[in-house]
């Protein structure tokens, strides 16, 4: 009878200790999958092969050409222009993709800066098609991967259960702002595009709902977009009408408002709609110590990580 109360107790305080580990471990497995659960997917690289399983199944292999590096492929693109894009620190991979898809590289590691990024059909064992680059910035929304083929020409491809190409590879540069929406993903419902040395915005259908842009647009939402020729920053809507008295030194878009720095290092925000500020002013010398945080219906700036002020939206 003792051994039992003491194989009951022992049991009790294992369970005490294990249970909570064991919901916390389950929580974080299904918490970070996005298309799928990504922990489930492995790959294993063996006798110059790759093959890759979901938990113990084996969806496909991919037989690699080269013995420096074969694996999945680096989340890698380059921003030439202006365009406050998502940052990526270079290091992310690409994963498998609706069970069946996934991004590879399969080169000399004196070639990968420059290697194709091979779209890869696990299921059916084939390259479907090779790309310069591919940005997908962690995540944009309805699964959208903007990819640039052999003729250093961008496009998009929406990848589900099946690929489907929803821009032809026709620009010389597309990007998206850095706006998330409310599940964290890359905003897209508009694109800027560069074709011919003019900028404009085309949304997913691949119709221009913009005007041309002389100049390179360095952010743009919904309503408002930012130009800049190098040295002055203007605000116009999609009709190319400026929106403001002047051109700026710098400008930019937070939430619904403009943040304006002018010649004299005097900063604030602007309601281009009430044509009223909505901010106390501000001497800032450099514009990229400026940072913002949007919660709760309030928008906080801040100034190299110190608060300045917080402001409600209306």
């Known amino acids: 009878m003792q051994t039992r109360k003491i194989s009951f107790v022992v049991i009790l305080i294992l369970l005490i200790l294990f249970l909570p580990l064991t919901i916390f471990a389950t929580i974080m497995h299904f918490k970070t999958g996005q298309n799928t659960v990504l922990e489930n ?33 680096f989340i890698r693109y380059n921003n030439p222009y202006d365009l406050q894009e998502p940052e990526s620190t270079g290091k992310e991979k690409y994963s498998i993709l609706y069970n069946r898809y996934t991004f590879l590289m399969d080169a000399a590691m004196t070639e990968l800066l420059n290697a194709d990024i091979l779209l890869y059909d696990i299921q059916n064992e084939q390259v479907l098609s090779r790309y310069k680059e591919v940005k997908n910035y962690g995540g944009i929304e309805n699964d959208l991967y903007f990819v640039k083929n052999e003729e250093d020409l961008w496009g998009a491809v929406e990848i589900k259960e099946e690929i489907t190409l929803k821009i032809p590879f026709q620009y010389d540069y597309i990007g998206l702002a850095n706006q998330k929406n409310e599940t964290d993903q890359v905003k897209a419902e508009s694109i800027v595009a560069l074709k011919d040395d003019k900028w404009f915005i085309i949304n997913q259908e691949n119709n221009r709902i913009s005007d041309e842009f002389q100049n390179s647009i360095t952010n743009y939402n919904e309503n408002y977009v930012i130009v800049s020729d190098g040295a002055r920053m203007r605000l116009l809507n999609y009709r190319n009408i400026n929106q403001l008295s002047k051109d700026y030194r710098y400008l930019d878009l937070v939430s619904k408002y403009v943040a304006i720095l002018e010649d004299t290092n005097d900063f604030y925000l602007f309601d281009p709609v009430t044509n009223q500020e909505i901010s106390k002013h501000y001497t800032v010398t450099d514009p990229t110590s400026l940072s913002y945080t949007i919660q709760d219906g309030m928008l906080t700036i801040y100034e190299n990580e110190e608060l300045l002020e917080s402001i409600a939206i209306v």
């Open 41 to 73: 997917y492995e790959d294993v690289v063996e006798d110059g092969k790759i093959s890759f399983y979901n938990q113990d199944t084996l969806l496909g292999t991919y037989t690699c050409q080269n013995t420096d590096y074969c694996d999945y492929a």
